[in-house]
């Protein structure tokens, strides 16, 4: 299904890529990263990318928060084709605050200069919200990610990283985006701080906004997304209902990865398995 | 490539053992010598005076591998370090004994510490680019461990160090030979220093937490390589780390670490299905609350494969044929690479 035929009505995708490819450098350094890659989110859907270090899943997030230039094909955000965007478009996209992100290290998509409050009422204060209105959204969200509104007035810096994390998804969600993308989103975090940051995203799939969720991380994935996505050397491999790319993988890539996961049960057979697998990707 | 070809069939010679100086020498080993005894080992910390490890015992036999489970900070590097010589300045041994291969450390010169690492007991931690030289080719810096440790002159340990490097299962060895380590991943900078540290043939490998930076694929490869090795040569592991799970893949006995006291000792199946202590149920717990086990059906573990290969079943079928419009909640889509 072309994204021209879903354009009718409301049932719209969230963001559409198709036959996305991205290069880096030119000439002899010219390095494919993404190859021709496709992936819809639909409203309201929390969608996987599962990948290893070079699979293309940081530049896939990046280009389609336009932060890498797009080679090849489209990117359709609400329906706009966003892959050949001037930066002043850009701009106008993001202050409509549709696409939000979070990234690995909430450092990087919080200022550290703002206290929490001014984080979180900024992007509402820049489309004419007034503050006092603001203010009382940046509260109500707080309170959705379990945080306590007695940090509003402290520092990105005075917070310990799970708390951090969390404004970071607070901050995302202030300004009510269709769609947010988090690139390994707890993958800085300890286990406890993990377990809590997926719940709350778990939360969120009931609020309407669609969710991108890149990891590595194939056990973290699992648990809340709707559908996950196989992203091996530039392509996506795999793409299915959660519970069947984890049960029943069919790439050679995926069931290596699902193999792969550490597991307290027994070992021996899996190590044949896998070396089947590898060789299997060598060819 | 010519090249290639001949690589591979070093690793083929290498795999069934016909080519003696491919794999590291393995030495006729009696099957019951104990080639590392720890006993009881305490650990101070002579600065903050205080006890940091509270008695650490097991044996290894040529073969057998032991693991050792804890957070940072239980104590597992510095018994690790104990057995290494290598503790950190201000720490000692307290009290037990650690014997390498029937000799007790206590009263070990440095001369003979240095005869011992390398050849009898050998170690790759977390992160291999910081053990490696960022100026120098891998292969040179491998040549020159075998050159000191065991002796061999310029070309033969060149030589050498190519069918180490083929050993670790490096794809292609002359090429990684002459790679500097910034050109190299992770996890072929991890075999590279394996190939060292299995340089000299060493009776005993400690992989301290070797695996955590590594993407999972690349985590389970070399924990693959380490069991093969185990294998095909009796070398010992001691294998540390952090993850429960990553201990039970390779260790025939694991032992819990907290706090510097061992609360759980015992065979893996005993500690993974009938573990204890509440710290192991903890952190059995935790691994069941973010592995990937809990997404995993009951039965998928065995039929999974099964079902890839053969396609069992209506749904599977469909698949197969494309994923038609007719099947949407299965509509997977597949990108062959075979």
């Avoid at chain 1, 036959?19 to 996987?48: C, I, M, N, P």
């Avoid at chain 1, 900024?122 to 007034?130: A, D, I, T, Y």
């Amino acid at each position: 299904m072309s994204a021209d035929d879903q354009q009718r009505a409301g049932d719209r995708p969230i963001l559409a890529v198709e036959d996305l490819a991205v290069h880096y450098g030119a000439g002899r350094r010219r390095q494919s990263v993404l190859d021709g890659v496709s992936l819809s989110v639909a409203r309201g859907e929390t969608v996987g990318i599962i990948g290893e270090t070079g699979s293309g899943k940081s530049t896939f997030a990046r280009t389609v928060l336009g932060l890498v230039r797009a080679g090849r094909g489209r990117i359709l955000i609400d329906g706009e084709d966003v892959a050949r965007h001037k930066p002043r478009q850009w701009q106008a996209l993001r202050r409509r605050g549709v696409v939000q992100y979070v990234f690995q290290d909430p450092l990087r998509s919080l200022d550290p200069d703002l206290t929490i409050e001014d984080s979180l009422v900024e992007p509402l204060l820049v489309r004419g919200m007034r503050r006092p209105e603001a203010v009382e959204r940046a509260r109500a969200y707080l309170g959705r990610v379990r945080l306590d509104e007695d940090l509003l007035p402290r520092l990105p810096g005075e917070l310990s990283g799970g708390q951090r994390q969390r404004v970071a998804v607070a901050r995302a969600l202030v300004a009510e985006p269709g769609l947010i993308i988090l690139d390994e989103p707890v993958s800085a975090l300890d286990s406890a701080n993990r377990v809590g940051v997926l719940e709350i995203l778990k939360g969120l799939r009931d609020s309407g906004v669609a969710l991108l969720f890149i990891s590595h991380d194939l056990g973290s994935v699992a648990g809340i997304a709707d559908r996950i996505a196989v992203l091996y050397q530039g392509r996506f491999v795999e793409v299915g209902a959660a519970r069947d790319v984890v049960n029943t993988p069919r790439h050679p890539y995926t069931r290596l990865l699902v193999g792969s996961a550490p597991t307290l049960r027994s070992a021996a057979a899996a190590r044949a398995r896998r070396e089947e697998l590898r060789a299997l990707l060598r060819t | 490539m010519t090249t290639t070809q001949a690589d591979r069939d070093l690793v083929a010679a290498t795999d069934v053992g016909d080519s003696p100086t491919a794999t590291p020498t393995p030495r006729p080993l009696p099957a019951d010598e104990v080639v590392l005894a720890v006993r009881d080992v305490r650990i101070r910390d002579n600065v903050g005076d205080r006890e940091i490890v509270h008695g650490v015992t097991f044996e290894l036999r040529p073969g057998q591998a032991v693991g050792i489970v804890g957070e940072s900070g239980s104590g597992k590097t510095l018994t690790c370090r104990a057995a290494l010589g290598i503790l950190p300045e201000h720490f000692t041994v307290s009290g037990g004994t650690i014997e390498i291969a029937g000799e007790d450390i206590a009263g070990l010169t440095p001369a003979r510490w240095t005869a011992l690492r390398g050849s009898t007991i050998s170690a790759v931690f977390q992160d291999p680019g910081s053990y490696l030289n960022p100026s120098l080719r891998v292969g040179a810096q491998i040549a020159e461990v075998v050159r000191v440790k065991a002796g061999l002159r310029r070309r033969a340990a060149r030589a050498r160090a190519v069918e180490l490097l083929a050993a670790v299962r490096l794809r292609d060895p002359e090429l990684v030979y002459g790679q500097y380590p910034h050109e190299l991943s992770g996890g072929m900078l991890q075999r590279v220093l394996i190939a060292a540290a299995i340089a000299a043939g060493p009776r005993v490998l400690i992989a301290d937490e070797a695996t955590t930076a590594l993407d999972v694929t690349v985590q389970a490869e070399v924990l693959d390589l380490l069991a093969d090795l185990r294998e095909r040569t009796g070398l010992a592991l001691v294998v540390v780390s952090h993850d429960l799970a990553v201990v039970a893949q390779v260790c025939d006995e694991v032992l819990v670490l907290r706090d510097g006291e061992v609360v759980e000792q015992g065979p893996t199946e005993q500690v993974l299905y009938q573990p204890r202590h509440a710290y192991t149920r903890m952190l059995i717990d935790e691994h069941e609350q973010y592995g990937l086990e809990r997404f995993l059906d009951a039965d998928a573990d065995a039929d999974a494969d099964a079902d890839a290969d053969a396609g069992t079943g209506a749904e599977a079928d469909a698949d197969a044929d494309g994923g038609r419009a007719g099947a949407p909640a299965r509509d997977r889509e597949f990108d062959g690479v075979r």
